[in-house]
């Protein structure tokens, strides 16, 4: 773990919440100067703490408005069964985190699709047809109160 001091707590709070803001606007939002600032910036990315910046998309207007978090359980558990799990979820459109998880089933999956229909073809057409796969289980996400991902 790497650790941080508060101006750099700061500036990671500042950027999550506006990836796109100036260095002379964040450096006056985090109280130090633009190059002090910047040399921050550059550090905590060089350390690997700032991975990347993206772009927050409108999953509606994308036609992907249709969220469902999916815990698949698998009927192997052999390093073969799970990679080939993953890669077949890496490869699906819809999936858009695939996550592994301890507990009653392996992998918890966030799918977005166009509607219920797409959504349903998505279930039977790669999930329901994947040897390994022995119990699908979906949560249809309603509401999103809190949502930090970017």
């Known amino acids: 773990m790497v650790k941080i001091d508060a101006s750099d707590r700061r500036i990671l709070h500042e ?8 260095n002379v606007d964040l450096a006056e939002r985090v109280h130090l100067s633009a190059s002090t600032c910047l040399r921050r ?7 690997g703490i700032i991975r990347g910046y993206r772009a927050v998309t409108d999953r509606e207007r994308l036609g992907h408005g249709f969220v469902t978090y ?5 009927s192997s558990h052999t390093k073969a ?7 077949a979820m890496r490869h699906a459109d819809e ?9 009653t089933f392996e992998y918890l999956l966030r799918v977005e699709s166009t509607d219920l229909d797409s959504y349903k073809r998505f279930h039977t057409d ?25």
Request: aromatic fraction near 4%; glycine fraction near 6%.
């Open 15 to 22: 950027l999550k919440h506006d990836g796109r803001v100036s």
């Open 41 to 47: 910036i550059q550090e905590l990315e060089r350390k």
């Open 70 to 74: 999916v815990s698949v359980g698998l």
């Open 81 to 87: 069964a799970l990679e080939d799990f993953e890669t």
């Open 95 to 103: 999936v858009v985190e695939c996550h592994k998880v301890a507990g």
């Open 126 to 150: 790669a999930l329901g047809t994947h040897p390994h796969v022995s119990a699908i289980t979906t949560y249809l996400v309603m509401d999103s109160p809190k949502d930090d991902r970017a």
